[in-house]
């Protein structure tokens, strides 16, 4: 009698596999994040945009520098640094003043424009062009996201939008120079965040102080609400999202950003809030878009036929 073994997983799957958990992995990231609109407007202290982004980042950047205990060594020295205004010092401050100045919705629509940014700048500094496919679903992630969190209530203050366009082209710059560079060698992500969160929070030191201050009242909430930022929201975040990006193509992992908007409102809907018919078909639209951008363009018939003639060729196989 014929017994049937199971067939080892081809390298095709392991390869998908890893490149799922790396997504799954990634995307931690800006879900934390999606969580920083309720915060600062729920616990935080209003007004002090500067001392908030501060304190989600001095603090963790210390705790990674003590963990990994690795400074960086010759030009990461002014890497690090660049990296660390683009992705916290210039950031954290204007993400704050735009969650302060705007409404959410606008704030998250905002910064869901980031995939489109990360794509222009690929061009010029990685010289990668993205496929009409990214493209497409890229500009159609953007059109969710404003379905979802765009309502009459929606205002625009001047400086909130520059604010927000503002960090959101900061970070776009920090994602593509981070795939540009890459790491040192035997340097880990959490090294890499640890360097980058301190040299943020060192920019943000005297201008914190010197610009909100301390704010006189700062409370349990706030104390939970400055401890969940710099550890999720800060640390760990970065760690998972700089390991993404040096495993994913730039193109697949910045419309993961999509979901730190999508957070925002699941974390809404906790809070009370609901969504009307076309606020949940641009959530869903949002989705799909991120998703999407995770997958190559579907290839024609022809094309199709064509790659398995040159898998068939490369096993040695004759193509009749």
Do not use: C
């Not at 990994?68 to 690090?80: I, M, N, Q, Y």
């Not at 606020?279 to 363009?297: E, K, T």
Request: hydrophobic share 55%; glycine share 14%; proline share 8%.
């Amino acid at each position: 009698m014929e017994t049937l073994t199971e067939r080892p997983p081809g390298p095709a799957r392991t390869v998908s596999a890893q490149r799922a958990v790396t997504v799954a992995l990634t995307a931690l990231a800006p879900a934390a994040w999606g969580t920083t609109y309720a915060v600062t407007t729920e616990l935080l202290p209003p007004g002090h945009p500067l001392f908030a982004g501060l304190m989600r980042a001095l603090p963790a950047g210390l705790v990674g520098l003590a963990l990994t205990r690795v400074l960086p060594r010759g030009d990461w020295w002014w890497k690090a640094a660049v990296l660390g205004v683009l992705n916290i010092g210039a950031l954290f401050p204007l993400l704050f003043l735009a969650a302060e100045r705007l409404p959410g919705g606008v704030a998250a629509t905002l910064s869901a424009t980031q995939p489109l940014l990360v794509a222009g700048l690929a061009i010029a500094v990685l010289h990668d062009r993205p496929t009409a496919w990214r493209w497409s679903w890229g500009v159609l992630g953007v059109l969710g996201v404003g379905l979802v969190v765009l309502g009459p209530q929606a205002r625009l203050d001047a400086v909130g939008v520059l604010a927000g366009l503002g960090g959101t082209a900061a970070m776009a710059g920090g994602v593509v120079l981070t795939k540009r560079w890459g790491r040192p060698a035997g340097v880990g992500p959490l090294t890499l965040a640890g360097w980058q969160l301190t040299a943020g929070g060192l920019l943000l030191l005297p201008l914190a102080l010197a610009i909100d201050g301390v704010p006189q009242r700062i409370d349990a909430g706030a104390v939970g609400g400055y401890l969940w930022l710099g550890s999720m929201g800060g640390l760990i975040a970065y760690t998972l999202w700089f390991r993404g990006i040096g495993r994913l193509p730039v193109g697949a992992s910045a419309p993961l950003v999509l979901l730190s908007p999508l957070v925002a409102t699941v974390v809404g809907l906790g809070l009370g809030e609901s969504l009307s018919l076309p606020q949940s078909f641009g959530f869903v639209l949002a989705l799909a878009a991120l998703l999407a951008a995770q997958f190559n363009a579907p290839l024609p018939r022809a094309g199709i036929a064509h790659a398995g003639h040159a898998e068939r060729r490369a096993r040695g196989e004759r193509i009749p």
